[in-house]
């Protein structure tokens, strides 16, 4: 089959403007929100229903045209960057939400839904989803679903697979599956929490049952400022300790402070060296006897002042910065490269130091965003892209730092996923066992390897021409892709 | 306290060569209920003890065959506990077969269950090597969710050899309310109770009473037993369930037939013929003479025969997960070493650690 | 993002602003969720994410992109991308060089061009489209109703009171709300009298440049601009202010400044963008001694772009009406356009359609008997195919 007929097959399964050949048109679909790669498909389809979804899978399969999925194209990691003579199948048109149940605690939505339309959507029958990624104005539930995206309240309310009771879609074959639905467990294996964080290679999902939850009665934000890094981390694990699980507590240091700041006004104190934000949710009694607790330990732990936000408006401000920290660093830098490491709680302290040495070696500025509830760090280097050497001495570096993330005993990834960026990193995580392992169990959804090809897994070859997790400053870790 | 994976690696190991077939084993504690599988028993149970365990961390990581109860007293000492509630049979099992078995109870629709808390695992595969998946951290994306797999997968993906499970602090309070209720009125009760009462940890009907738990905080179980009609119950009917020692939960049912628990969307009609309703309407307990097709007809129902000489058995898997479920399982235990529990019909199913 | 800006090009002001704005933006993607004509297209390319990707790489190839045109075009220029935009990217003004570059190089249609012709020769002079709709007025009530604004019902009459030595505030008429909504200058006329102020309007202000603008017309719009900023700043005493009762004009003369920056006009730019308020800005301290003229209606209030996300004035028109005692309705989205922006309803028939059966179902969602809003084209574009009045928000002001 020749590849004008191809085309002519695409293009009768898909609606008008649906099939994008012309290169300078498919140019802005090249990178997601990791623009630090970028790469062209060979066409972009833009289904506008689950019909034609399938028809592009049967069409690729047979003719083994690989298939990568994107959404709204937020991703961290490049987990919906284009493979070259690939298809881009862009779900963004499958939008709908196609049911609030208010009475079972769920919303049934289309992968293109915006994460906080569904809250949005939700809001009037008194519920909300709980998994708030920062781009959740913008990311989709197909890809929360393929990265397993967290967000600022998982400490409490769990990450997407702890959110999410089904999913429907079709694996690459064309093939229609179901897994889960409206019971609260599946039979046999989890697959469904398998499919959660397999960036796109499984499963190609077209409908997603969701769980809702109520809204609480009662909030609170509190944000503590501390002089000491250090402290910060320890009130962390001393809120825990005190029996207290808050709904979300996050620490942003003094330039992440002075970023968001600068942008939206938030009242952080600037002249901070880091600041906790603690969010309790619950019955008002409870609320207020947990703020009194938190606060107790907080000044104990040697915060400078404690701010408590009670007004909606007051809070929304106080997060407002917190959720838009890494674009708001754009503001004090060129370009930043976000790094999604995870650590057990007491290891924070130290590796913030280790962070700190880095930078100093490296030569380029860090600000710290962390969910410090959950370990989960996210350290943005600041570069100048524009400057010669200096995005590979941004990723040396945030190699190391996931190195010292793993060294702690974490995890290179949180909840941003591998994509195409970590796959290096994956080598100091994972042996050959493992990674032979996740390859013949990725088999058992797409035999032929055309979902997403090159992402999330690295290849026992890579890893052994990696050397194992250390890759050193100045090693290009992706020759094969073009750089921008 | 011992540490058995070597033995383990090589028995493993020893029956893919001999192309023997291997029966997991924990504590046999659901034995009754559902029998473990034919073949050469790998005894996981002499497995055990507490790897470790930093109460801050809110995780821990224990060897699979130690005792659900052994571990639960240990977290006590700290008021912690499992954040789930783990199920049990008459006899106390061990984490690897709650595991294997998903044994999640009645604070399931609420606080989650075996598979929410669960981060990472170490196995063995059907080829005999040894791997860790997952880890101790809340958050983990890196790889795919191998450990959330083992939930419910009953030994057919693996031998489990370790897990790290996220523990959380033990509520200060806790409290039960019970009501009489028209069984046409029971989804309407519950799922108006789980839309509006933040503090609920069970929601559950038998016999004709609608059973209500909360926990947490002191302010927040007070206001909340406030607000929800009825009368001071007991935690008798809570732990029996979570023993399953409900007499309603016999098997075989006094009533004749086959014991089965159906899986579905909480608000699906009752019949009125359910011996028991748990996780607030989301798993209904039946005695039936053939296996239910109804009850596992909407999105994501389906069913399980528990004792009786179907026991294990499940109802409701469509064509294409089930050759899904075959594939997973092939591409965890190529030459099939590990045994498929006998009452099977789909053969995907294994036999239960425990 | 990294760019590759060739040198001639980084050499011009455009270039080194255009590069600055790009630099800014690290494809987050928040602007698509708020950006109306992704909501209604799902397509990269139609958002402002796609767009300054588009535009990047027509700047850096240094040759016109047809397919960049076709999307640039069916941006409304709402600018609620600005507002989500977290990292400060100055997107209208990208735009607005990415359609300069673009438009002198483009072969449009004659349909297009009569379109643009009409919108640009037509539309801004009063005089001119009374004389010239006169004959065919009677037409009017066969016209489908969304174009029936187009043909005035009389010829808009400046209304009395011209500005003269003792005027302390200049109210600017708007040459498309004289002619189409005149009752919105009577009454703030009357407003401005009853609060003891000396308030009138020049009598030559002409366009304001900001349809121009909009159809990316430089040169045209530089002369617009150019005269309205001499005319205005010669009647504006000093410590004077100048009163926009369409938050479409009022975006425009505020932005005078950077737009006639580097022209002989800078100086009387700057002067006038300096002392421009939004009639509800320039209201609102007075909001005590205003009353509601019809309080028992509950309005739905919709912000125009130009005046949330241009202006970045969300709130000032609600906090007045409620002030003064109205029941305002819960609208949703109510940041998203109502798919009128200036000539955009005309241009892009279908997608402005399709907003503005958004924005009316948003608004009506709670029954609300007037829908009002604060700009000239926002009120006519929704008022053709609304049940519900639409009217200018100062018309039940008193």
Same mark, same amino acid.
């Given at each position: 089959?020749?590849?004008?007929?191809?085309?002519?097959?695409l293009?009768?399964?898909?609606?008008?403007?649906?099939?994008?050949?012309d290169?300078?048109?498919?140019?802005?679909?090249?990178?997601?929100?990791?623009?630090?790669?970028?790469?062209?498909?060979?066409?972009?389809?833009?289904?506008?229903?689950?019909?034609?979804?399938?028809?592009?899978?049967?069409?690729?399969?047979?003719?083994?045209i690989?298939?990568?999925?994107?959404?709204?194209?937020t991703?961290?990691?490049?987990g919906?960057?284009?493979?070259?003579?690939?298809?881009?199948?862009?779900?963004?048109?499958?939008?709908?939400?196609?049911?609030?149940?208010?009475?079972?605690?769920?919303?049934?939505?289309?992968?293109?839904?915006?994460?906080?339309?569904?809250?949005?959507?939700?809001?009037?029958?008194?519920?909300?989803?709980?998994?708030?990624?920062?781009?959740?104005?913008a990311?989709?539930?197909?890809?929360?679903?393929?990265?397993?995206?967290?967000?600022?309240?998982?400490?409490?309310?769990?990450?997407?697979?702890?959110?999410?009771?089904?999913?429907?879609?079709?694996?690459?074959?064309?093939?229609?599956?179901?897994?889960?639905?409206?019971a609260?467990?599946?039979?046999?294996?989890?697959?469904?929490?398998?499919v959660?964080?397999?960036?796109?290679?499984?499963?190609?999902?077209?409908?997603?049952?969701?769980?809702?939850?109520?809204?609480?009665?009662?909030?609170?934000?509190?944000m503590?400022?501390?002089?000491?890094?250090?402290?910060?981390?320890?009130?962390?694990?001393?809120?825990?300790?005190?029996?207290?699980?808050?709904?979300?507590?996050?620490?942003?240091?003094?330039?992440a402070?002075?970023?968001?700041?600068?942008?939206?006004?938030?009242?952080?104190?600037?002249?901070?060296?880091?600041?906790?934000?603690?969010?309790?949710?619950?019955?008002?009694?409870?609320v207020?006897?947990?703020?009194?607790?938190?606060?107790?330990?907080?000044?104990?732990?040697?915060?400078?002042?404690?701010?408590?936000?009670?007004?909606?408006?007051?809070?929304?401000?106080l997060?407002?910065?917190?959720?838009?920290?890494?674009?708001?660093?754009?503001?004090?830098?060129?370009?930043?490269?976000?790094?999604?490491?995870?650590?057990?709680?007491?290891?924070?302290?130290?590796?913030?130091?280790?962070?700190?040495?880095?930078?100093?070696?490296?030569?380029?500025?860090?600000?710290?965003?962390?969910?410090?509830?959950?370990?989960?760090?996210?350290?943005?280097?600041?570069?100048?892209?524009?400057?010669?050497?200096?995005?590979?001495?941004?990723?040396?570096?945030?190699?190391?730092?996931?190195?010292?993330?793993?060294?702690?005993?974490?995890?290179?990834?949180?909840?941003?996923?591998?994509?195409?960026?970590?796959?290096?990193?994956?080598?100091?995580?994972?042996?050959?066992?493992?990674?032979?392992?996740?390859?013949?169990l990725?088999?058992?959804?797409?035999?032929?390897?055309?979902?997403?090809?090159?992402?999330?897994?690295?290849?026992?070859?890579?890893?052994?021409?990696?050397?194992?997790?250390?890759?050193?400053?100045?090693?290009?870790?992706?020759?094969?892709?073009?750089?921008f | 306290?011992?540490?058995?994976?070597?033995?383990?690696?090589?028995?493993?190991?020893?029956?893919?060569?001999r192309?023997q077939?291997?029966?997991?084993?924990?504590?046999?504690?659901?034995?009754?209920?559902?029998?473990?599988?034919?073949?050469?028993?790998?005894?996981?149970?002499?497995?055990?003890?507490?790897?470790?365990?930093?109460?801050?961390?809110?995780?821990?990581?224990?060897?699979?065959?130690?005792?659900?109860?052994?571990?639960?007293?240990?977290?006590?000492?700290?008021?912690?506990?499992?954040?789930?509630?783990?199920?049990?049979?008459?006899?106390?099992?061990?984490?690897?077969?709650?595991?294997?078995?998903?044994?999640?109870?009645?604070?399931?629709?609420?606080?989650?269950?075996?598979?929410?808390?669960?981060?990472?695992?170490?196995?063995?595969?059907?080829?005999?090597?040894?791997?860790?998946?997952?880890?101790?951290?809340?958050?983990?994306?890196?790889?795919?969710?191998?450990?959330?797999?083992?939930?419910?997968?009953?030994?057919?993906?693996?031998?489990?050899?370790s897990?790290?499970?996220?523990?959380?602090p033990?509520?200060?309070?806790?409290?039960?309310?019970?009501?009489?209720?028209?069984?046409?009125?029971?989804?309407?009760?519950?799922?108006?109770?789980?839309?509006?009462?933040?503090?609920?940890?069970?929601?559950?009907?038998?016999?004709?009473?609608?059973?209500?738990?909360?926990?947490?905080?002191?302010?927040?179980?007070?206001?909340?037993?406030?607000?929800?009609?009825?009368?001071?119950?007991?935690?008798?009917?809570?732990?029996?369930?979570?023993?399953?020692?409900?007499?309603?939960?016999?098997?075989?049912?006094?009533?004749?037939?086959?014991?089965?628990?159906?899986?579905?969307?909480?608000?699906?009609?009752?019949?009125g013929?359910?011996?028991?309703?748990?996780?607030?309407?989301?798993?209904?307990?039946?005695?039936?003479?053939?296996?239910?097709?109804?009850?596992?007809?909407?999105?994501?129902?389906?069913?399980?025969?528990?004792?009786?000489?179907?026991?294990?058995?499940?109802?409701?898997?469509?064509q294409?997960?089930?050759?899904?479920?075959?594939?997973?399982?092939?591409?965890?235990?190529?030459?099939?070493?590990?045994?498929?529990?006998?009452?099977?019909?789909?053969?995907?199913?294994?036999?239960?650690?425990? | 993002?990294?760019?590759?800006?060739?040198?001639?090009?980084?050499?011009?002001?455009?270039?080194?602003?255009?590069?600055?704005?790009?630099?800014?933006?690290?494809?987050?993607?928040?602007?698509?969720?708020?950006?109306?004509?992704?909501?209604?297209?799902?397509?990269?390319?139609?958002?402002?994410?796609?767009?300054?990707?588009?535009?990047?790489?027509?700047?850096?190839?240094?040759?016109?992109?047809?397919?960049?045109?076709?999307?640039?075009?069916?941006?409304?220029?709402?600018?609620?991308?600005?507002?989500t935009?977290?990292?400060?990217?100055?997107?209208?003004?990208?735009?607005?060089?990415?359609?300069?570059?673009?438009?002198?190089?483009?072969?449009?249609?004659?349909?297009?061009?009569?379109?643009?012709?009409?919108?640009?020769?037509?539309?801004?002079?009063?005089?001119?489209?009374?004389?010239?709709?006169?004959?065919?007025?009677?037409?009017?009530?066969?016209?489908?109703?969304?174009?029936?604004?187009?043909?005035?019902?009389?010829?808009?009459?400046s209304?009395?009171?011209?500005?003269?030595?003792?005027?302390?505030?200049?109210?600017?008429?708007?040459?498309?709300?004289?002619?189409?909504?005149?009752?919105?200058?009577?009454?703030l006329?009357?407003?401005?009298?009853r609060?003891?102020?000396?308030?009138?309007?020049?009598?030559?202000?002409?366009?304001?440049?900001?349809?121009?603008?909009?159809?990316?017309?430089?040169?045209?719009?530089?002369?617009?601009?150019?005269?309205?900023?001499?005319?205005?700043? *010669? &009647?504006?005493?000093?410590?004077? /202010?100048? !009163? +926009?009762?369409?938050?479409? #004009?009022?975006?425009?003369?505020?932005? @005078?400044?950077?737009?006639?920056?580097?022209?002989?006009?800078?100086?009387?730019?700057?002067?006038?963008?300096?002392?421009?308020?939004d009639?509800?800005?320039?209201?609102?301290p007075?909001?005590?001694?205003?009353?509601?003229?019809?309080?028992?209606?509950?309005?739905?209030?919709?912000?125009?772009?130009?005046?949330?996300?241009?202006?970045?004035?969300?709130?000032?028109?609600?906090?007045?009406? *409620? &002030?003064?005692?109205?029941?305002? /309705?819960? !609208? +949703?989205?109510?940041?998203? #356009?109502?798919?009128?922006?200036?000539? @955009?309803?005309?241009?892009?028939?279908?997608?402005?359609?399709?907003?503005?059966?958004?924005?009316?179902?948003?608004?009506?969602?709670?029954?609300p008997?007037?829908?009002?809003?604060?700009?000239?084209?926002?009120?006519?574009?929704?008022?053709?195919?609304?049940?519900?009045?639409?009217?200018?928000?100062?018309?039940?002001?008193?």
């Amino acid at each position: 089959m020749t590849t004008p007929l191809v085309l002519e097959m695409l293009r009768a399964n898909l609606p008008a403007e649906g099939l994008i050949t012309d290169p300078k048109a498919i140019k802005p679909f090249e990178s997601d929100g990791l623009t630090a790669f970028s790469a062209m498909p060979w066409v972009v389809c833009l289904p506008d229903r689950e019909s034609q979804v399938a028809a592009v899978l049967r069409i690729c399969r047979e003719h083994s045209i690989p298939v990568v999925t994107r959404g709204a194209g937020t991703g961290l990691s490049g987990g919906a960057l284009p493979v070259a003579k690939g298809v881009l199948l862009v779900l963004s048109r499958l939008n709908k939400i196609k049911r609030i149940d208010a009475q079972q605690l769920t919303a049934v939505v289309e992968p293109g839904v915006r994460n906080l339309a569904v809250s949005e959507a939700a809001a009037s029958v008194g519920l909300f989803y709980a998994p708030d990624p920062s781009s959740q104005i913008a990311c989709s539930i197909g890809g929360n679903v393929a990265e397993n995206a967290g967000g600022v309240h998982c400490l409490k309310y769990g990450l997407t697979v702890h959110n999410v009771l089904g999913v429907r879609g079709y694996l690459m074959t064309g093939e229609p599956v179901a897994i889960g639905g409206e019971a609260f467990d599946v039979p046999g294996a989890d697959l469904l929490a398998v499919v959660h964080g397999s960036e796109g290679q499984m499963v190609v999902i077209t409908e997603v049952t969701l769980r809702l939850r109520q809204i609480p009665r009662s909030k609170l934000v509190m944000m503590a400022a501390f002089a000491v890094v250090s402290n910060a981390a320890d009130a962390v694990a001393d809120v825990i300790s005190a029996g207290i699980i808050p709904a979300g507590m996050e620490m942003m240091d003094k330039l992440a402070i002075s970023a968001a700041e600068d942008f939206v006004g938030a009242g952080y104190p600037k002249d901070a060296d880091a600041i906790l934000l603690i969010e309790l949710d619950g019955d008002v009694d409870e609320v207020q006897a947990n703020r009194t607790a938190v606060e107790r330990v907080l000044f104990a732990a040697s915060a400078d002042s404690v701010v408590v936000a009670e007004s909606e408006t007051e809070q929304a401000r106080l997060w407002l910065g917190r959720k838009a920290a890494f674009p708001a660093v754009g503001r004090i830098a060129p370009d930043y490269y976000c790094m999604d490491g995870t650590i057990p709680r007491k290891a924070v302290a130290g590796v913030l130091q280790r962070i700190g040495e880095l930078s100093q070696r490296y030569g380029l500025q860090v600000a710290n965003v962390f969910h410090a509830g959950d370990g989960n760090l996210h350290p943005l280097i600041l570069y100048d892209a524009n400057v010669d050497g200096e995005l590979d001495k941004a990723e040396a570096f945030g190699n190391d730092i996931l190195a010292a993330c793993v060294e702690a005993g974490g995890s290179v990834t949180g909840e941003h996923g591998v994509g195409i960026e970590k796959l290096d990193a994956m080598c100091g995580q994972f042996g050959r066992i493992e990674l032979e392992q996740f390859a013949r169990l990725r088999a058992a959804f797409d035999p032929d390897g055309l979902l997403n090809p090159g992402k999330a897994i690295p290849t026992l070859t890579r890893c052994s021409e990696v050397g194992g997790m250390h890759v050193h400053a100045g090693e290009l870790p992706f020759r094969h892709l073009p750089r921008f | 306290m011992s540490d058995d994976s070597a033995q383990l690696v090589d028995a493993v190991r020893y029956a893919r060569a001999r192309q023997q077939t291997l029966a997991i084993a924990g504590l046999g504690s659901r034995a009754a209920v559902a029998p473990i599988a034919d073949g050469a028993v790998l005894n996981v149970a002499e497995h055990r003890g507490i790897l470790r365990y930093q109460p801050e961390e809110l995780v821990v990581t224990v060897r699979a065959g130690t005792p659900v109860r052994e571990v639960i007293a240990e977290l006590a000492r700290h008021r912690q506990m499992l954040a789930f509630e783990p199920t049990s049979f008459a006899r106390d099992g061990s984490i690897g077969g709650m595991i294997a078995a998903d044994a999640s109870g009645a604070s399931r629709p609420f606080a989650g269950g075996v598979r929410d808390a669960l981060l990472g695992v170490e196995i063995i595969n059907g080829l005999g090597e040894q791997g860790r998946f997952g880890g101790e951290v809340m958050k983990n994306v890196a790889g795919y969710d191998v450990a959330r797999l083992q939930c419910g997968a009953r030994g057919s993906c693996g031998v489990l050899l370790s897990a790290s499970l996220r523990v959380a602090p033990i509520p200060d309070c806790e409290r039960y309310i019970r009501r009489a209720l028209a069984v046409d009125e029971v989804c309407a009760a519950m799922s108006e109770l789980r839309s509006r009462e933040p503090s609920l940890t069970g929601l559950a009907y038998a016999d004709g009473v609608l059973q209500v738990r909360v926990a947490g905080s002191e302010p927040a179980v007070k206001a909340a037993s406030a607000r929800i009609p009825g009368d001071g119950g007991d935690s008798e009917f809570w732990r029996q369930i979570s023993r399953h020692a409900h007499p309603n939960l016999s098997s075989p049912p006094a009533s004749g037939g086959t014991l089965w628990r159906v899986s579905s969307a909480p608000n699906a009609p009752l019949t009125g013929d359910e011996l028991l309703v748990d996780w607030a309407g989301g798993v209904r307990w039946l005695a039936l003479d053939s296996p239910p097709r109804q009850a596992t007809s909407a999105p994501g129902g389906w069913a399980m025969a528990v004792g009786g000489n179907r026991a294990g058995s499940i109802r409701g898997l469509d064509q294409a997960t089930s050759d899904l479920l075959s594939r997973v399982r092939l591409a965890f235990d190529p030459d099939s070493v590990f045994a498929a529990s006998s009452n099977d019909a789909r053969g995907e199913a294994k036999a239960v650690q425990g | 993002m990294r760019t590759q800006l060739p040198e001639a090009f980084l050499a011009t002001s455009q270039g080194q602003r255009a590069n600055e704005i790009l630099r800014a933006c690290v494809h987050c993607g928040f602007c698509n969720a708020t950006c109306p004509t992704y909501q209604v297209l799902g397509d990269e390319r139609d958002g402002p994410r796609g767009r300054i990707y588009l535009m990047k790489e027509m700047f850096e190839s240094g040759e016109p992109n047809l397919i960049a045109s076709d999307h640039l075009d069916r941006c409304l220029t709402c600018r609620a991308c600005e507002t989500t935009c977290p990292s400060g990217v100055d997107y209208g003004e990208l735009l607005e060089i990415g359609r300069a570059t673009l438009e002198p190089k483009l072969q449009r249609s004659l349909m297009e061009r009569m379109k643009r012709f009409f919108m640009l020769r037509l539309l801004p002079h009063p005089h001119r489209l009374a004389r010239i709709t006169a004959p065919v007025r009677w037409l009017r009530p066969l016209l489908p109703r969304r174009l029936r604004p187009l043909l005035p019902i009389a010829s808009g009459k400046s209304v009395a009171s011209s500005a003269d030595d003792s005027t302390s505030v200049i109210l600017l008429q708007g040459c498309v709300q004289r002619q189409l909504t005149p009752a919105t200058n009577e009454r703030l006329l009357n407003i401005c009298q009853r609060l003891g102020l000396r308030a009138g309007f020049v009598a030559d202000e002409g366009c304001c440049g900001g349809l121009a603008l909009h159809l990316a017309e430089e040169t045209h719009a530089q002369e617009r601009m150019a005269a309205t900023a001499s005319a205005l700043n *010669e &009647a504006l005493p000093d410590d004077g /202010v100048i !009163v +926009s009762s369409a938050s479409g #004009c009022g975006v425009t003369v505020k932005d @005078y400044g950077r737009l006639l920056a580097g022209t002989v006009a800078a100086e009387d730019g700057a002067r006038v963008a300096e002392a421009t308020l939004d009639v509800a800005e320039f209201l609102l301290p007075y909001a005590d001694q205003l009353t509601a003229s019809q309080p028992q209606l509950r309005l739905a209030v919709q912000t125009p772009c130009t005046l949330q996300h241009g202006q970045k004035l969300p709130d000032v028109v609600t906090q007045i009406l *409620e &002030a003064v005692g109205y029941e305002l /309705v819960s !609208v +949703s989205d109510p940041h998203l #356009c109502c798919g009128s922006a200036g000539v @955009y309803s005309v241009l892009q028939p279908k997608i402005s359609s399709e907003l503005a059966e958004r924005k009316l179902a948003a608004l009506n969602s709670e029954q609300p008997d007037v829908i009002v809003s604060a700009n000239v084209g926002c009120q006519t574009h929704l008022a053709g195919r609304s049940k519900t009045p639409v009217k200018h928000w100062l018309e039940l002001i008193e």
